[in-house]
Every structure is written in structure tokens, then in C-alpha cells.
């Protein structure tokens, strides 16, 4: 029984590792600008206990929060053509946060 219970949860505990590492989570839309999508997000990060360092250019904001268990988890957030900006989200889960969106994922959510 105990072999039967090892073969179906290692599957599940690998399909995190499973996506390749420059794919993102998650893609979304929002009628801000890089800047007002950043100035948005940051706060609710810190106000999380999360620890987010900031880095810009011309075109893109890139918001990286660090992990002690994987992978750093990123927020990219580049301005469209047609106005508004684009939001790449780069996060690894754990197997019990793949079912309810995590902290990191709320706050990019809230903010479009």
C-alpha cells in the first residue's frame, strides 16, 4: 500500500519541476503603465512579509522576489503598443499552494 501511496504523489511533487524554467505562470493584461503596475504591486509584496527588489528600463519593470525553497519568483511588466502594459508572472509552487493562488499571485492579480 505504502508503494502504491509513493507512486501517485511523486508524479504530483515533480509536475512542479515540470514546466520549463522560462515559460511564465501566468500572463495577464492591464491598462496600466510598467511604473503604475509596479508602484501598485511593490506594497502589497512588502505588506505580505515579501521582500521584492525592483530594476527598470526604458520599456519594462522587472520585480523579483527571492525563495528559500525554489527558483526566485518574478514579475515582469512591459509596456504594449496599444497602451496599458503586459504581465509575465515567474513562480514555482510548492505542491499544496498549486490549489489556492499564492501571495505573490494575489498581489499581480489586484493590481491590473
Known sequence: MKTLIRLAVVPLLLAGCASA???PTLTLQTHKTPAQYADCVV?????????????????????????KVSADNVLEAYKAPNGGGKVFLYERHLL????IPSSFERAAQECL
Open 43 to 67: 506594497p502589497k509584496l512588502q505588506g505580505s512579509a515579501l521582500a521584492p527588489t525592483v530594476s527598470q528600463t526604458q520599456r519594462s519593470y522587472r520585480i523579483v522576489v527571492p525563495s
Open 96 to 99: 499544496a499552494s498549486n490549489f
Open 21 to 23: 524554467p522560462n515559460d
